[in-house]
């Protein structure tokens, strides 16, 4: 499992995609300071906690969904597309331990991208003077968007799924995308405590203020979202163990 765990953390610091993922998240203090100026007439008049509220805001209603989703397609997919999968299925390990070492460095990606997310927002707040700075504001907003992350990371291995199953990128992206849409419509039409996807609206609800509504999660919805990771989880287990490695 360790060597399978570096193999994949080596694979993954020489992807330009995480940087590039990276940069994408970077821009989102940016954007949220100029959706504040529309709002204040050219000037960014808000505090330290409205700003960093606005974060997990931006992160549940426009990056997370379609860029984790990115994150997973490339993290399973790239196998298939660099032409090595059946080069990493004949090898004398247990093809289970490849998706959960995959899973692993999925979830370092993520906390990854969320972590760079909270402290740019901070430094943006900063950077900007607003006024109203308490510590407390940072860590609600770290909370907040890891709650997100978690939210989302339990549907990741659908797409981790369709990735191995349609053998490349394209496809995972584009559900994810589709399903970032979805999103908000389920979201907007009140129905967002049952779809996975709908769910980490319900942390701080979204950037569109009243058009979609925040869900609030009860047992049934967290029930849902485990039974979808399961379910992900389990087809990525059947594909692998019986993958023709000779394809």
């Known amino acids: 499992m360790l060597r399978a765990l570096k193999a994949e ?31 204040g007439g050219g000037q960014v008049d808000t505090t330290w906690e409205s700003f960093m509220r606005m974060g997990p805001q931006m992160m549940a209603s426009w990056w997370a969904i379609p860029l984790l989703g990115l994150a997973a397609a490339y993290t399973f997919g790239r196998e298939f597309g660099d032409g090595t999968a059946k080069n990493m299925l004949t090898l004398p390990i247990r093809r289970e331990t490849f998706v959960f070492a ?16 909270i402290a740019l927002q901070a430094l943006g707040a900063a950077m900007l003077g607003l006024p109203g700075f308490e510590l407390r504001h940072i ?27 349609e053998r490349g ?25 049952w779809f996975p996807w ?35 989880l389990a ?7 019986r993958a023709d490695n000779t394809q």
Do not use: C, E, H
């Open 9 to 39: 953390f080596l694979k993954l610091r020489r992807a330009r995609v995480v940087w590039w993922t990276g940069l994408a998240v970077a821009l989102v203090p940016a954007m949220s300071a100029s959706s504040m100026r529309v709002v």
């Open 102 to 117: 995959k899973l692993l460095v999925l979830a370092a990606w993520v906390v990854g991208l969320t972590l760079i997310s």
């Open 139 to 165: 860590l609600a907003a770290a909370v907040s968007s890891l709650q997100i992350a978690g939210l989302v990371f339990a549907t990741l291995p659908v797409v981790a799924a369709l990735a191995m199953l």
């Open 169 to 193: 990128y394209l496809p995972p992206m584009m559900f994810s995308a589709f399903a970032a849409t979805a999103a908000l419509m389920v979201g907007a039409v009140g129905w967002g405590a």
């Open 198 to 232: 709908s769910m980490p609206l319900a942390v701080t609800g979204t950037a569109f203020g009243p058009l979609v509504a925040k869900p609030t999660l009860v047992a049934g919805s967290f029930a849902i979202d485990a039974a979808l990771f399961l379910a992900g």
């Open 235 to 241: 087809a990525m287990l059947f594909y692998v163990d």
